[in-house]
């Protein structure tokens, strides 16, 4: 080692002299978490404190490499790509430090144009393999998580209605977002930075190694203590994080809560206990939040900590053995490239242990999507099942000792059994819970009887194909949904291939072309917030109007108990007789003139059909429908009485 | 966003010590390879092993104090970031409690809930980012040159060109970028928004059959967010690897121009490797700045939303006293004779008026029902009562005292009013009821609940009056949720009841029996009730017709029978003969 003066070599701190690729990354990962989709992170931009394991890591992670079938190529040019990109970043301090000891210290000016050149390549190389692997990459997890949300999509359409009664929107929706989000991340960003981490550690500490195995030792010295610090603060802002979402999760809850009854809390003067309540929640998350957040962020600090503790031991010791210059093993220009590499290895460390992290909760959230995925469908059409249509539907229905239960031991529906003539219209009547609902449940087979049959013309409905079934049904429920689209699409929603003027002329039938009219934008009105800018009857009569579109045979009708203001129902009322006519239907009726003009009144009670007859039969039998009758049209009746009176007056 | 700045005040001193916190990290960062170039230049060229071994010490304290520095910031800058979010959110949340019914149309309730759940937890992000990586990036950017410049002025030229080009370079990205991301969002919007309306409208999907169609929408929502979002991960990574490039570039470019400098004598090689270094560190710090900077943006958005709500005028107001103005002489509501006087009110100053000229008079006791059809101003009308809006003109006189003389306190704890659709809150059935009398023990409330006909499927519930509603009252049906609505406001033993179609998910018999025990209760009340069917309306002392925000008839049922043909229309329509009707 020469100790001339002019030949003193500082070998500074080469540890970031090639543009941190990976951070850049993470910085634009962020940024785009910022940019709107901060889905699935925590409320402070982390990745979701809570640990939420997969129960099954190697099946699921086999089943995310299923989806990645078809991509083999582009991912092994993918891998290619990284072991281009990593021996590039490795490479370029290599070649540093070698054009400054062989090139310039030695004054060798076409040596130093080579190195230039060669370093140029490198760098071009390492930028060209970036851009090909982030766009490769790019590619393949959108098209892998687009797979994933078409599949879960469809796998939605074929689920029974049981499954959907069963899980709140909320949850089947994070199914999509939350869940699939997490997969996305890991795919687009994760992936490649765990195979890039791993091969640069592998790739740094045989380089290391080469150079000399007392400062590599020194560096990996410090790896244990890394992992033991990280591991002792996750193990507490896992906690942590766990409490904040809990309590942020109980804040919000609060808040949404009261805003959306906020006309209830000052119709009740409460305005000073509400604040009180959620004062306790924002001081609690305030303080469970500041106690998470600087746990976790304490972690920069200590790590930049123990990477300047490196530093300085590779430093200080190198120092003392170069000076010792026993073998001559370390030279400046080691320590030179050992401080370098020193970075270049505890930062993917770090990063490894996070994606790993992020790994296991993608595959939590895949697993979350394929047991979705792997819910039994609707049980299939019976191989010999027909369709329906093909002979033209007469509209003759049949239950048949029919018996039913939502779960396995509370029949709602007991020894059912009523027929219906075409074109009779059938009125379901009975108190809340009776089971009229179940009936038309069972009708449409959203549900399937438990005992007994239904038939259609003479067929067993479980032996029609599904979808003709349905088609031949026309069904106006009670909660009419509507989609975000406009008027006139809503309403073709009856039959896809109507024309406009169709669609007009239904929405003429269903008496609902007056009001459609009156709207902003006419039958082109947007509907927004399933149909918020609309009254219940109105919805209603679109609900009709889809109903007259679809022209079914047989028609179900649950009839709104909610309030339609008179004028409206009137029109309701006669938009659903033009709907009745000629076609066998089925009503559950709240009003009495739907009630007393119907051809067959079924009284249900309890799950059971206790009487059915004409108004005027079930009056004179002085049974359930006449008591029913009596408590609750008897009213109706005085005013009748009263109004012949009137009008006998006037 | 200024303005909101002032809810940093209390955490000044915080404010104050992050970024101190900060320097004191920065610069011992800046100083490691400093004490480096010592034990080589000095103590390796002396082969002085006390000094190696001494500047080894001096690192690892700076090390140390580094840390204390960045744990200093963590903390300083998480509380203030923390209170910041904290205090904001109550000063939101508090501001909402003091909204009218007109504020709070004005914004929507969605809306509301978000600006106090995710806009705050971003500007708390932004305040975060701010006092930290904000000051860390520049600082070390600054840092980093003043070395630089130290070293080699005149090889420190090459930031002349690196550092405008980064920049413009991560700004046309970012410009590129947005855009690109904004787009993606509103894709997953419209994906999302397609699923919600297939699992919220599952059954109608179903019994239209519309699988195939609902999929093909789906496959081009679905696609179009793959083939945007690609684009945009493309971009970035294009982005990303020019970015690199540019730095790179520089590393050699300083290499080769620093390399001659040595060759030729003017630099040392030490100084050109620690050159090479702190570039490295300007490049680093300049595109975090600039990421850092475009979170702002969104900051600035959430900060606008969230100060939309602060700066909300509430436009209804307790009536001014003068000082010496004694508490007690604060008028109550006593018998609850209400009294209109030619109102006419519309929801907003420039609107048509949804009720014009009314005047009228309930008589304390009275029961008075409102009839007409949807968009006639009936709900209008009543909620002009508890004052949830002020009429443009007109007056309304409750026990000869204009409802803008009471407090809003004094005024609505006196009248119980159930609105149309009806919210409970998490918590017990009893905890529900209370909220019309905190006092109320449960006998008061079994007394209301069995008026409001809901005692009998209260005691079926599995705990009874301590049975625990999920959030909103789900678990109960309609009728139910209405019947405890009508408890909830009886409890209150008010002397005004309004029911504004509040039984009509409830059954007919039901409703009778509500209206029998209603009418038979003790203390009886005047009560307005808004209705449909024309059977729940009849017995009332007064009916008022109401077409077009005009009173076209007042009257009895039978009063009303002769003089108004509205009313007759709709009675035989509902009755069921149909007899003079043009549909």
Not at chain 1, 239 to 260: A, D, P, R, V, Y
Not at chain 1, 304 to 322: E, K, S, T
Not at chain 1, 355 to 378: C, K, T, W
Not at chain 2, 127 to 150: E, F, K, Q
Request: aromatic share 6%; hydrophobic share 40%.
């Amino acid at each position: 080692m020469s100790k001339d003066k002019s030949s003193r070599q500082v070998p500074a701190d080469q540890g970031s002299n090639q543009v941190n690729h990976n951070q850049t990354r993470t910085a634009a990962s962020q940024t785009r978490g910022m940019g709107g989709r901060g889905r699935g992170r925590g409320p402070y931009g982390h990745p979701v404190g809570p640990m939420v394991k997969p129960e099954n890591l190697g099946k699921t992670l086999v089943r995310i490499g299923s989806y990645l079938k078809q991509d083999i190529p582009h991912l092994i040019m993918v891998v290619i790509t990284i072991l281009v990109n990593t021996a590039c970043t490795l490479a370029g301090p290599l070649v540093i430090g070698s054009t400054i000891d062989r090139y310039i210290i030695t004054g060798d000016f076409y040596g130093l144009v080579w190195a230039s050149i060669t370093l140029i390549a490198i760098y071009g190389v390492n930028s060209l393999s970036t851009y090909v692997q982030g766009s490769l990459m790019a590619s393949i997890s959108q098209k892998t998580v687009t797979r994933m949300r078409k599949d879960l999509f469809t796998k939605y359409q074929t689920l029974s209605l049981k499954f959907f009664d069963n899980h709140t929107h909320g949850e089947l929706m994070s199914r999509l977002t939350n869940d699939i989000d997490t997969v996305s991340m890991v795919l687009s960003f994760g992936l490649t930075q765990f195979i890039s981490g791993l091969i640069t550690i592998i790739g740094t500490i045989v380089l290391m190694l080469a150079k000399s195995l007392i400062l590599t030792l020194i560096v990996l010295a410090i790896v244990p203590l890394m992992i033991l610090i990280t591991r002792l603060i996750t193990k507490h802002t896992g906690k942590l994080f766990i409490e904040q979402q809990k309590t942020l999760g109980e804040l919000n809850g609060k808040i949404e809560e009261t805003i959306s009854g906020q006309r209830v809390v000052k119709l009740f003067c409460r305005e000073e206990q509400v604040i009180h309540e959620f004062e306790e929640s924002n001081q609690l998350l305030k303080k469970t939040a500041l106690k998470a957040q600087v746990l976790s962020r304490i972690m920069g600090p200590t790590m930049n900590m123990l990477n300047n503790l490196g530093f300085a031991f590779v430093a200080g010791i190198g120092g003392l053995l170069a000076l010792k210059g026993t073998t001559g093993t370390v030279t400046i220009g080691t320590i030179s490239v050992f401080l370098n590499y020193s970075r270049q290895f505890t930062r993917p460390i770090n990063e490894l242990a996070n994606q790993f992290n992020m790994v296991l909760s993608a595959a939590a959230g895949a697993e979350r999507v394929f047991q979705v995925l792997d819910h039994d469908p609707e049980p299939a059409d019976a191989p010999d099942a027909i369709d329906i249509r093909e002979k033209g539907v007469k509209g003759y229905v049949e239950f048949d000792n029919v018996s039913f239960a939502y779960d396995d031991e509370n029949l709602v529906l007991k020894d059912f059994s009523l027929k219906v003539k075409p074109g009779q219209t059938v009125a379901l009547v009975g108190p809340t819970g009776a089971g009229k609902t179940t009936v038309i449940n069972l009708l449409t087979r959203f549900y399937d009887v438990k005992e007994g049959s239904i038939c259609i013309d003479g067929v067993d409905i479980r032996r029609i194909k599904r979808n003709s079934l349905r088609s031949s049904l026309g069904i106006v429920l009670q909660d009419t949904y509507l989609f975000n689209a406009s008027v006139r699409e809503n309403i073709r929603y009856g039959r896809l291939t109507a024309t406009d003027e169709e669609v007009e002329q239904a929405a003429k039938t269903a008496n609902a072309h007056g009001f459609i009219t009156r709207l902003p934008q006419g039958y082109d009105t947007i509907l927004t917030d399933d149909g918020g800018n609309l009254s219940h009857g109105q919805r209603q009569l679109l609900a009709i109007a889809r109903a007259v579109l679809a022209d079914p045979a047989i028609l179900i009708l649950d009839e709104a108990t909610s309030s339609v203001d008179t004028r409206t129902e009137v029109y309701i009322q006669k938009a659903m007789l033009n709907l009745m006519k000629g076609r066998t239907s089925f009503v559950i009726a709240h009003r009495l003139s739907t009630i007393r003009d119907a051809d067959l009144i079924a009284v249900i009670n309890d799950g059971r059909l206790i009487e059915k007859g004409t108004h005027k039969e079930l009056l004179s039998k002085k049974g359930f429908y006449y008591n029913l009758y009596q408590s609750q049209f008897v009213r109706t009746q005085q005013i009748q009485e009263e109004n012949t009176e009137t009008e006998a007056a006037l | 966003m200024g303005k909101l700045l002032r809810y940093l005040k209390p955490y000044w001193l915080y404010v104050l010590l992050a970024p101190l916190f900060m320097v004191l990290e920065v610069y011992m960062d800046l100083q490691q390879p400093n004490y480096m170039a010592d034990i080589v230049d000095i103590g390796i060229a002396n082969g002085d092993i006390n000094y190696v071994f001494g500047k080894l010490l001096a690192m690892l304290g700076i090390a140390f104090i580094g840390m204390i520095g960045g744990i200093g910031n963590c903390y300083t800058s998480s509380v203030a970031a923390i209170g910041f979010g904290t205090d904001i959110r109550s000063a939101a949340f508090r501001k909402i409690q003091t909204f009218s019914f007109s504020n709070l149309d004005r914004f929507q309730t969605s809306s509301l809930i978000t600006r106090l759940t995710n806009d705050i937890t971003q500007l708390q992000n932004v305040v975060t980012m701010s006092l930290a990586m904000m000051i860390r990036s520049p600082l070390l950017c600054l840092g980093s040159v003043v070395m630089i410049i130290r070293i080699s002025p005149s090889l420190a030229s090459v930031l002349l060109i690196a550092v405008p080009l980064t920049i413009i370079g991560t700004l046309f990205f970012i410009k590129k970028g947005f855009p690109l991301f904004r787009k993606v969002q509103s894709k997953i919007d419209r994906v999302n928004n397609i699923m919600r309306e297939n699992l919220a409208g599952v059954r109608l999907v179903k019994a239209f059959v519309r699988k195939d169609f609902e999929e093909n929408r789906f496959k081009t929502a679905n696609e179009g967010l793959q083939d945007i979002a690609i684009k945009a991960g493309r971009l970035m990574s294009l982005g990303m690897s020019l970015l690199m490039l540019i730095t790179n570039l520089a590393t050699v470019a300083v290499l080769w121009m620093g390399g001659i400098k040595v060759q030729s004598g003017s630099l040392e090689i030490g100084n050109l490797i620690a050159f090479i270094n702190y570039l490295a560190r300007i490049m680093m710090s300049l595109i975090m700045v600039t990421f850092v900077f475009t979170s702002f943006s969104r900051g600035k958005v959430s900060a606008d939303r969230i100060l939309e709500v602060l700066t909300e005028q509430p436009d209804l107001a307790d009536p001014v006293r003068p000082p010496q103005y004694d508490a007690k002489q604060e008028p109550q509501i006593t018998r609850g004779e209400v009294v209109f006087d030619n109102v006419t009110f519309s929801y907003s100053p420039e609107g048509e008026p949804v009720l014009k000229n009314i005047s009228f008079t309930a008589h304390a006791g009275e029961t008075v029902a409102i009839l007409g059809e949807t968009g006639s101003g009936k709900t209008s009308l009543v909620s002009l009562i508890p004052r949830l809006y002020d009429p443009q003109e007109g007056r309304i006189i409750i026990d000869g005292v204009d409802v803008r003389d009471y407090t809003l306190h004094n005024l609505r704890k006196d009248i119980g009013m159930v609105l149309q659709t009806s919210l409970l809150f998490s918590g017990t059935i009893l905890d529900n009821l209370r909220w019309g009398d905190p006092e109320a023990d449960l006998e008061k409330a079994i007394e209301a609940a069995s008026i409001a006909q809901a005692h009998g499927f209260i005691t079926q519930t599995p705990d009874g009056y301590e049975t625990d509603l999920s959030q909103g009252g789900v678990n109960l049906s309609g009728g139910q949720k209405q019947r405890l609505s009508i408890a909830r406001a009886l409890i209150k033993n008010p002397k005004i009841l309004i029911l504004d179609d509040s039984t009509s998910a409830v059954d007919m018999a039901t409703e009778l029996k509500i209206q029998n025990a209603l009418k038979n209760r003790p203390n009886k009340c005047t009560t307005f009730i808004i209705a449909q069917r024309i059977s729940s309306v009849m017995d009332a002392d007064k009916i008022i017709v109401l077409h077009q925000g005009r009173i076209v008839g007042i009257g009895t049922h039978k009063e009303l029978l002769e003089s108004t043909p509205l009313y007759r229309d709709i009675y035989h329509s509902q009755i069921g003969k149909e007899l003079s009707l043009s549909v």
